[in-house]
């Protein structure tokens, strides 16, 4: 039995913004369609319509770090990943949202990067109505994720590209790549996971 | 955690533990220990509780212990408060705790007096230790108000009545004009906008009161004591017995001009944002002008004359009007940024609604307009704000 066959086609890896740009800089071709051991990418439509809404911008500083047809290119392949995801009500949505802002009140200063938004809080409740894993790379989502989902369903772009390395669906050359064009756009990744990926990459 | 409440929740809400705990994906033994208090439910199990139970946000908040809201009225006509504008009222708070969790957390205890002795002694109690005025020193609006916010206490200016919170304008009904609003360590005071600067600063005084003084729910005898606070902090008592050369020109009708009086006056005004009527009641209090005398219809024809009458919703919430789409717009779009303290609670809704932590519905609640225009507008202040900001530098590494 291969690494690949034991993905379980029925859990979904839920993403936000941040991490399907980075998919897109390092390699969109696998990392959108893979089946991770962790399940499949799915992109609900608020991440298509927050990207979209940066090209409607004038003058918006996102097109001007990620450039428009980068962000265009992400819509796209998003926009075939955004069936299958359970909604949550409205009293769904507003009990976790209570619940959720006290998570995020409660969590100390050196836990705490930007304040979630509604997108962010959207996020986290889709990952807990669908059961999924979520894929951020924003510090306050993955302390709350860790708290309301469990420490193991909250999952950044590097334990994606090592799901990846392990199921060997990325070579090293697709690596190396990846990585340099990540720094490129000046995307750092955290030091100690970059280490573990170049240190996987060279038994590949 | 408030287990007794989740114990009446699951019988309430399941036929039997085992139930609950099926629907939770836990064993019975595990739920039993909870309710016996022996081991706390993990954190990651909080989502499931509260969807299994099917809470609304106010239970979420009572199963976590999150303190109740008190509101302490202050209101001018009637005798009691009505039931829907203390309903409207708490909702209105609560949104502004629920919207910012610690945003509205005082920073330093305020040091409660527990066993009030008299007017006097409590006015010199905030001077003291809230509002870092000397003995006697008359309340300065605007000194107050940064005063205030150094403790986090925010005073929110909110036109009442465009957001039906108070029921009648008139002089005979019911007219409320400020309201403290506590939850556990968090205070918002509002105060109407159809107040001029004087009123404002009194009602603020009297709510300052409320707060020392640890009231609860409060009865017509504590309200009487609370104006008798403002008042000695606005006016004080032994201010004017010190200030007597000045004083005579008001209680002397005789001996002065209306020209010195109105002179005199507006010193006062420019330094301490008195008003005539304010002055006039004071100095009847203290028996120093007898009431209807010449002395104290002198003041109040300069009061009715239009001495510092300007209000501050004639000054600064011309467009906010909820019922006008176009107008609520603009007071959103061009009005709101200039001055963030006294348009914080607006800046705060704003920013509230585009970050998903407040329904349009909600929104439409609060403002008292229909929640499709409250939906539109959001969609317009989203095609504002663009959502990039919030988002900016933002994959900095764990």
Redesign the interface.
């Known amino acids: 039995m291969t690494a690949q066959s034991q993905s379980n086609d029925k859990q979904i890896i839920i993403c936000d913004t941040n991490i399907v740009l980075l998919m897109m800089l390092f390699k969109p071709s696998v990392m959108f369609t893979a089946n991770y051991s962790y399940g499949k990418i799915k992109v609900h439509q608020c991440v298509v319509d927050q990207l979209q809404s940066w090209i409607n911008k004038k003058d918006s500083k996102k097109v001007a770090r990620f450039t428009k047809e980068i962000i265009q290119d992400t819509i796209n392949a998003c926009e075939k990943l955004s069936k299958g995801i359970k909604e949550p009500t409205r009293p769904q949505f507003d009990r976790s949202i209570a619940y959720i802002s006290k998570v995020e009140g409660e969590l100390d200063s050196s836990q705490k990067g930007s304040a979630t938004d509604r997108v962010d809080k959207l996020l986290l409740i889709l990952a807990y109505a669908n059961k999924a894993y979520l894929a951020t790379q924003e510090n306050t989502m993955t302390n709350i994720a860790k708290i309301t989902l469990r420490p193991e369903r909250v999952l950044r772009f590097e334990d994606l590209v090592l799901d990846l390395i392990n199921l060997k669906l990325l070579s090293k050359v697709d690596i190396e790549t990846g990585l340099h064009c990540l720094d490129s756009f000046e995307e750092i990744l955290n030091s100690k996971k970059r280490s573990l990926i170049l240190e996987k990459s060279e038994e590949l | 955690m408030n287990f007794e409440f989740l114990r009446s929740k699951i019988k309430e809400k399941f036929r039997s533990m085992e139930a609950f705990a099926e629907s939770i994906e836990v064993s019975r033994v595990t739920v039993s220990n909870w309710l016996s208090e022996t081991q706390k439910p993990e954190?990651?199990r909080?989502?499931d509780i509260?969807?299994s139970l099917?809470?609304?946000?106010d239970?979420?908040?009572e199963l976590?212990n999150?303190p109740k809201i008190s509101v302490l009225f202050r209101k001018v006509g009637g005798t009691s408060t009505e039931a829907s504008i203390k309903a409207r009222s708490e909702d209105l708070a609560n949104t502004f705790f629920?919207i910012d969790?610690?945003g509205y957390t005082t920073k330093e205890s305020l040091l409660p007096i527990k066993t009030p002795q008299n007017p006097i002694d409590v006015a010199n109690h905030i001077r003291k230790n809230i509002l870092c005025l000397e003995k006697n020193e008359p309340v300065i609006l605007s000194e107050a108000l940064s005063e205030l916010k150094k403790y986090n206490i925010n005073v929110f200016f909110v036109p009442f009545q465009k957001i039906g919170i108070t029921l009648s304008s008139s002089q005979n009904s019911h007219k409320e004009v400020a309201f403290t609003a506590i939850k556990g360590e968090k205070i918002i005071i509002f105060v109407d906008t159809n107040r001029t600067k004087d009123e404002a600063n009194f009602d603020i005084c009297h709510e300052l009161a409320h707060i020392v003084l640890d009231h609860k729910n409060t009865n017509e005898e504590e309200e009487k004591f609370c104006n008798k606070i403002a008042q000695e902090l606005v006016y004080p008592s032994s201010f004017i017995l010190e200030n007597k050369i000045e004083i005579e020109k008001f209680s002397n009708a005789k001996k002065f001009s209306w020209y010195d009086a109105v002179t005199q006056f507006n010193n006062f005004f420019a330094v301490f944002d008195w008003s005539p009527k304010g002055l006039a009641i004071a100095l009847k209090e203290k028996e120093l002008i007898e009431n209807n005398s010449h002395e104290y219809r002198r003041l109040m024809k300069m009061h009715s004359s239009g001495h510092s009458r300007i209000n501050i919703d004639d000054l600064f919430f011309k467009f906010f009007n909820p019922q006008d789409f176009n107008k609520i717009k603009i007071f959103f779009k061009e009005t709101i940024f200039k001055d963030k303290d006294l348009f914080k609670p607006f800046i705060e809704l704003k920013d509230a609604a585009?970050?998903?932590?407040l329904?349009p519905r909600k929104l439409g609640e609060i403002l008292n307009m229909d929640s499709g225009d409250a939906d539109e507008l959001i969609r317009a202040w989203?095609a504002e704000l663009?959502?990039?900001d919030?988002?900016?530098?933002?994959?900095?590494?764990?």
């Open positions: 954190e990651y909080f989502l509260i969807n099917d809470l609304s946000e239970e979420v908040d976590f999150n629920k969790g610690s585009t970050s998903g932590r329904s989203e663009g959502t990039e919030c988002q900016d530098d933002r994959s900095e590494p764990v």
